[in-house]
């Protein structure tokens, strides 16, 4: 992994799920499945993330900084409200 960020996304149940947007180190096979694994092994049942999404790189802001507002939005368009 190379780079990686953890956002809330719209859920049913909860209100919101935690997703996982990961940047993969190039050169190197990882499947969502291997990550959820040891995401499993390493962190309590809440900080660990439903859903792994694989993208090419993650939005920054002006300051270098990730954009979790703009990954945010990508994933709350068109809801009611966004928690």
Do not use: M, N, Q
């Not at 270098?64 to 939005?73: I, L, Q, T």
Request: glycine letters at 8%; a positive charge; charged letters at 35%.
């Amino acid at each position: 992994v190379a780079e990686v960020i953890v956002i809330g996304t719209p859920d049913e149940k909860w209100g919101e799920a935690v997703l996982g947007v990961v940047v993969k180190t190039p050169g190197t096979e990882i499947t969502e499945a291997e990550l959820l694994a040891y995401c499993k092994k390493e962190l309590s049942a809440y900080k660990r993330p439903k859903k792994i999404e694989f993208v090419d790189s993650i939005p920054r802001t002006t300051v270098g900084k990730f954009d979790k507002k703009a990954v945010r939005a990508a994933h709350w368009k068109g809801k009611e409200r966004a928690i």
